[in-house]
């Protein structure tokens, strides 16, 4: 499977069936960050795509020949660095290597056609409505408008439709944006560990932590490591959790990269843990609605059932992190979700719980205004 075209659309496909994911099933090599691009770019724009491929096909395909038209059509309405002639060709170069030899002239005829008719679809999504337009499922498209008003709303999903940047993290607090194309483990200093990848974004919650050398502190949901080894690196005595056997190897591979396996206590959960900490934080399981940007398939995923659940699991965890709280100490609460649900009203149905811990202070990323990842962190104290 050497198109890269051909390694995109299978992903693609495995998405639609699956709606997983599609990180785990990018290759390695040269290749990976451009197939990275066409199956990101058709995950982000679906909703779009999806609409005008259903006025260029009579009868919806299924399967390869769904994914490879998604494919080629991203190419040559999102991807404006792909010439139309390479879209085309290589895209049925890619549908030649499917068994059923119509699917690459279907494929043809398709993204010839669209290319012809371009300008009518440009006019046909200038007059759609937003959500469409910046796909975005309606329903928490409709909730950013009513939190953040039309304007922002839509700031807001434009800013998620653009490829996300990539920043290396250093001890010293250092955040440093990546030269797009460059690939994390060629810049010096990643074998040494010298640095991790974490947006600035992450900074409200470790910042609120405020750990102290020699401080017990306990990461209550700490995969991939990311804040834990920011707080190790300012010399805390970090206790990471991680129930998830896959997350929690993930876990030990990145402080085995940063020489901070020796000095980070790693254990599966909390949950019969008698010891009490300085500091914990909770970074909690989220909708994403932050991340969009570096998760496109986040979107399509979101739902209100699926919020409800998440903000019991949140409330659950954070009722039970609790209790792992020294007297006088503190509790911070983290996502990288921008739904109230999850941040301020979550927090304000803690405090009405829990009439030991008061608020300190709470901050909020908000990508069209920080330029960076959406997040939300609050610091409770705790009465000594």
Request: overall charge positive.
């Amino acid at each position: 499977m050497n198109n890269s075209r051909r390694t995109a659309s299978f992903i693609f496909a495995r998405w639609l069936v699956t709606r997983d994911y599609p990180a785990g099933l990018l290759p390695e090599g040269s290749e990976r960050a451009f197939i990275q691009d066409l199956v990101y770019t058709a995950i982000r724009r679906f909703r779009p795509l999806g609409s005008i491929l259903r006025m260029l096909v009579k009868k919806w395909p299924k399967g390869e020949m769904e994914a490879l038209l998604y494919i080629g059509a991203a190419q040559i309405l999102y991807m404006p660095d792909v010439p139309d002639f390479a879209a085309v060709n290589e895209t049925v170069e890619a549908a030649k290597e499917c068994p059923n030899p119509s699917i690459a002239k279907t494929v043809n005829a398709v993204l010839r056609n669209l290319i012809r008719r371009r300008e009518e679809f440009d006019a046909y999504l200038l007059n759609a409505c937003v959500d469409e337009r910046e796909s975005m499922p309606s329903n928490l498209y409709r909730r950013w408008v009513k939190r953040f008003g039309a304007e922002d709303a839509q700031k807001l999903a434009q800013w998620h439709n653009e490829p996300s940047e990539t920043f290396l993290a250093y001890p010293d607090g250092r955040y440093e944006k990546l030269e797009r194309g460059k690939r994390v483990d060629n810049i010096d200093g990643f074998q040494r560990g010298e640095f991790i990848v974490q947006d600035p974004a992450t900074r409200l919650a470790v910042d609120l932590m405020n750990a102290q050398s020699g401080e017990t502190v306990l990461d209550a949901c700490a995969a991939p490591g990311g804040k834990t080894i920011q707080l190790a690196w300012r010399s805390a005595k970090v206790c990471a959790c991680e129930i998830n056997p896959r997350r929690r190897k993930k876990l030990i591979s990145n402080l085995d990269r940063t020489n901070l396996k020796d000095k980070v206590e790693v254990i599966g959960s909390f949950e019969n843990e008698t010891r009490l900490f300085n500091k914990v934080l909770v970074d909690a399981p989220c909708s994403n609605t932050g991340v969009l940007r570096r998760k496109p398939d986040a979107r399509w995923n979101w739902s209100e059932e699926k919020l409800n659940a998440l903000i019991s699991l949140q409330k659950e965890i954070l009722d039970k992190a609790s209790r792992l709280v020294k007297p006088g100490g503190t509790l911070v609460y983290s996502t990288c979700s921008n739904e109230e649900e999850e941040n301020g009203l979550q927090i304000a149905d803690f405090l009405s719980q829990h009439k030991e811990f008061t608020l300190v202070e709470s901050r909020e990323s908000l990508p069209f205004e920080s330029g960076y990842d959406g997040a939300f962190a609050a610091a409770l104290k705790k009465a000594p």
